[in-house]
């Protein structure tokens, strides 16, 4: 037995899909010295506003720095409050401490692992200083937007939504990206567009696309690609308005975005036959699989998050990870939530009791190897696993 483990390649719990045509792209960059932000990055841009269906997408080198970036243009400062879900990676809350204000953070809908839409109704009846709100769009499935953008209106908050996850993402008929005020994606290695590095932000709103044009540059009025163009300014006059930051995104970046940009549905269709054939396989399992709570939109099914039935298993989540390891399946948890992690606890004085949901959820869930790189015999690898150890553990 442990020989054939020894014989097993690992399955990696995520991988980028990068073919030929992106390869070639950065070549092309690397060949034509222009390295940083200009004609790929423009392009990549333009190609990203009209997927989406959006006036403006602007390309930084990370979601963390687009969600920054949408913050500062909506006039957040210090004292000011922000609602967001506690289901979330660290950067979603990070950001608003940028400015010295202080995320207001919510639980989450027991069944999709979105922000509860009461919860967030009942936190805005009853907290005064909130100014945006930031919905994550879990695993790749929207948020319940109606409602949310409903109390926003009421209350007056901007809308500036986390599509880390949500690429592609619609919601009744509507993409994810027209909905909010601004909405960023992320392009880590590990998303479901990779460039290694990057985001986009998109919106529809002129003010905004300026003012994160202008600050994701130094506060530079004009950024490095027109400087060097004609106009009836000299090339080298550039005027500096406000102490911007450095978040634009590379051509070599861009050059793989491009090319992956032409792929997220294919990729996306791929992510969703997986995702079926998990389903499929383990109904009768002791398990809660995710599924795509409104069957018309679009889930982007960056993650597969199962959710173990604790009750009917002799094992807890963190063994069944140790036998998947021993199998050789990476996975991982998404996420922990962040009113467990020590910062935000300890800053907030959060406890595990004011997010029932959220912290009873964390005990249950396991992410699952799900990505385009994975061939059937994979999939029918981590399927067998899952069965085996499940059948296994149940009591
Ligand atoms: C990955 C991720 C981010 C951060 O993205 P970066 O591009 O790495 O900055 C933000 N929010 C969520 C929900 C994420 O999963």
Same mark, same amino acid.
């Given at each position: 037995?442990?020989?054939?483990?020894?014989?097993?390649?690992?399955?990696?719990?995520?991988?980028?899909?990068?073919?030929?045509?992106?390869?070639?792209?950065?070549?092309?960059?690397?060949?034509?010295?222009?390295?940083?932000?200009?004609?790929?990055?423009?392009?990549?841009?333009?190609?990203?506003?009209?997927?989406?269906?959006?006036?403006?997408?602007?390309?930084?080198?990370?979601?963390?720095?687009?969600?920054?970036?949408?913050?500062?243009?909506?006039?957040?400062?210090? +004292?000011?409050?922000?609602?967001?879900?506690?289901?979330?990676?660290?950067?979603?809350?990070?950001?608003?401490?940028?400015?010295?204000?202080?995320?207001?953070?919510?639980?989450?809908?027991?069944?999709?692992?979105?922000?509860?839409?009461?919860?967030?109704?009942?936190?805005?009846?009853?907290?005064?200083?909130?100014?945006?709100?930031?919905?994550?769009?879990?695993?790749?499935?929207?948020?319940?937007?109606?409602?949310?953008?409903?109390?926003?209106?009421?209350?007056?908050?901007?809308?500036?939504?986390?599509?880390?996850?949500?690429?592609?993402?619609?919601?009744?008929?509507?993409?994810? +990206?027209?909905?909010?005020?601004?909405?960023?994606?992320?392009?880590?290695?590990?998303?479901?567009?990779?460039?290694?590095?990057?985001?986009?932000?998109?919106?529809?709103?002129?003010?905004?696309?300026?003012?994160?044009?202008?600050?994701?540059?130094?506060?530079?009025?004009?950024?490095?690609?027109?400087?060097?163009?004609?106009?009836?300014?000299?090339?080298?006059?550039?005027?500096?308005?406000?102490?911007?930051?450095?978040?634009?995104?590379?051509?070599?970046?861009?050059?793989?975005?491009?090319?992956?940009?032409?792929?997220?549905?294919?990729?996306?269709?791929?992510?969703?036959?997986?995702?079926?054939?998990?389903?499929?396989?383990?109904?009768?399992?002791?398990?809660?699989?995710?599924?795509?709570?409104?069957?018309?939109?679009?889930?982007?099914?960056?993650?597969?998050?199962?959710?173990?039935?604790?009750?009917?298993?002799?094992?807890?989540?963190?063994?069944?990870?140790?036998?998947?390891?021993?199998?050789?399946?990476?996975?991982?948890?998404?996420?922990?939530?962040?009113?467990?992690?020590?910062?935000?606890?300890?800053?907030?004085?959060?406890?595990?009791?004011?997010?029932?949901?959220?912290?009873?959820?964390?005990?249950?869930?396991?992410?699952?190897?799900?990505?385009?790189?994975?061939?059937?015999?994979?999939?029918?690898?981590?399927?067998?696993?899952?069965?085996?150890?499940?059948?296994?553990?149940?009591?």
């Amino acid at each position: 037995m442990i020989q054939q483990l020894d014989e097993l390649t690992a399955l990696p719990f995520a991988l980028p899909d990068i073919g030929d045509a992106e390869i070639a792209e950065v070549v092309d960059t690397l060949q034509s010295g222009w390295l940083t932000t200009g004609p790929k990055t423009r392009k990549f841009e333009q190609d990203f506003a009209d997927r989406i269906g959006v006036k403006h997408a602007l390309a930084v080198n990370s979601a963390t720095a687009g969600l920054h970036l949408s913050l500062e243009a909506c006039g957040i400062k210090r +004292g000011d409050k922000v609602l967001t879900t506690t289901m979330t990676f660290t950067a979603t809350a990070e950001v608003i401490r940028y400015f010295g204000a202080d995320p207001v953070f919510v639980d989450i809908d027991p069944a999709t692992f979105n922000m509860d839409v009461a919860a967030v109704r009942a936190i805005l009846e009853n907290t005064t200083g909130i100014k945006a709100i930031m919905p994550v769009h879990f695993a790749g499935e929207a948020c319940d937007m109606d409602p949310l953008l409903k109390l926003a209106d009421q209350h007056g908050l901007k809308v500036i939504e986390d599509a880390a996850h949500a690429l592609p993402t619609t919601y009744k008929g509507r993409m994810i +990206g027209t909905l909010g005020d601004a909405t960023v994606y992320s392009f880590y290695v590990t998303k479901t567009l990779a460039t290694g590095e990057g985001g986009m932000v998109v919106t529809n709103d002129d003010e905004m696309a300026a003012r994160i044009k202008i600050m994701r540059l130094h506060g530079i009025s004009k950024d490095v690609f027109d400087r060097y163009q004609l106009s009836d300014k000299p090339t080298w006059h550039y005027d500096v308005v406000n102490p911007g930051f450095k978040y634009n995104m590379t051509d070599i970046a861009a050059s793989i975005g491009l090319h992956q940009l032409q792929k997220i549905d294919r990729f996306a269709s791929r992510r969703e036959q997986i995702a079926n054939a998990y389903g499929e396989a383990f109904k009768d399992l002791p398990v809660r699989c995710p599924k795509n709570s409104r069957p018309d939109d679009q889930h982007a099914w960056h993650l597969y998050v199962l959710r173990l039935d604790l009750e009917k298993l002799s094992i807890d989540r963190n063994r069944f990870i140790e036998l998947m390891n021993e199998r050789k399946i990476g996975t991982s948890v998404h996420f922990i939530p962040l009113h467990l992690q020590s910062y935000w606890s300890n800053k907030y004085d959060l406890k595990p009791q004011d997010f029932p949901v959220a912290s009873k959820t964390f005990e249950c869930i396991v992410s699952l190897p799900i990505y385009t790189k994975m061939r059937d015999d994979d999939v029918a690898r981590v399927i067998d696993a899952v069965k085996t150890i499940l059948k296994d553990a149940t009591i």
